[in-house]
């Protein structure tokens, strides 16, 4: 584990002093004899929004703050960070039960992502703001050489509409199914509906985040049918 440690740390540009802090930033809830990591997951979630909301600010003097938003959100949902742990390989360090390891929990969007906030958060707590930002931004900027809405913000409940409209002269409609986790990690399923026949479903870390992936799934089911 000590040299798996060192081998992240070289990737990350970043030493820790305190290995039980990295370990447990490792370590997913499934490994129930030792400390996890959702505490630091719940940090590192509030210290990535600021330093990616700092970065977008400094970045983009002229853009609009919805623009911004749109942007941070991009950069900071469930698939934004799995991109961020995937360029550190992170899946390979994470310390997870013998049956999630055989549910190849590894390479789980969630888990990922999950990991990578507790990574950021072990970061922030050992040597404080500068120090995460000399770790996230070359990072950020390796993974996502080109930041602008194109590129990261696909609008699929727009494009859904659009299809619809033409095709059968309607729009579709969303409902939440279900939500659980902890106030601060919220995890939503939402469903598209089409005449209110459900056509699709969706999950996300907001409702929002949920309707858009339903009306990705959606646009592909469609694009089958219509041919």
């Known amino acids: ?93 994470i310390l997870v039960s013998k049956a999630e390891d055989n549910n190849h929990g590894r390479n789980k969007s969630s888990l990922l992502s999950n990991a990578f906030e507790a990574l950021i958060g072990a970061v922030y707590l050992e040597g404080g703001m500068k120090s995460t930002k000399m770790v996230m931004i ?10 602008d809405l194109k590129t990261l913000f696909k609008d699929y409940k727009s494009s859904l509409q659009e299809i619809t409209q033409v095709h059968f002269g309607v729009t579709p409609k969303y409902v939440l199914l279900h939500s659980s986790g902890p106030d601060h990690k919220k ?10 026949k459900e056509l699709s479903r969706g999950r996300g870390a907001t409702k929002k985040d949920a309707e858009q992936s339903a009306a990705k799934e959606a646009i592909e089911i469609l694009k089958k049918d219509i041919g």
């Open 1 to 93: 584990m000590e040299e798996s440690i060192e081998k992240l740390e070289q990737c990350l540009g970043y030493k820790f002093k305190n290995t039980q802090l990295i370990t447990q930033a490792l370590t997913h809830k499934s490994c129930t004899k030792i400390k996890n990591n959702e505490r630091l997951e719940f940090l590192g979630d509030a210290v990535l929004d600021l330093v990616i909301a700092e970065y977008l600010y400094m970045k983009f003097p002229t853009k609009p703050e919805g623009e911004l938003s749109k942007l941070r959100a991009s950069l900071v949902s469930e698939k934004g960070l799995k991109n961020l742990a995937l360029k550190l390989d992170l899946g390979e360090y």
């Open 138 to 147: 070359p990072l950020l900027e390796s993974v996502y050489p080109k930041i």
């Open 187 to 196: 995890e939503f399923e939402m469903a598209a509906l089409l005449n209110n």
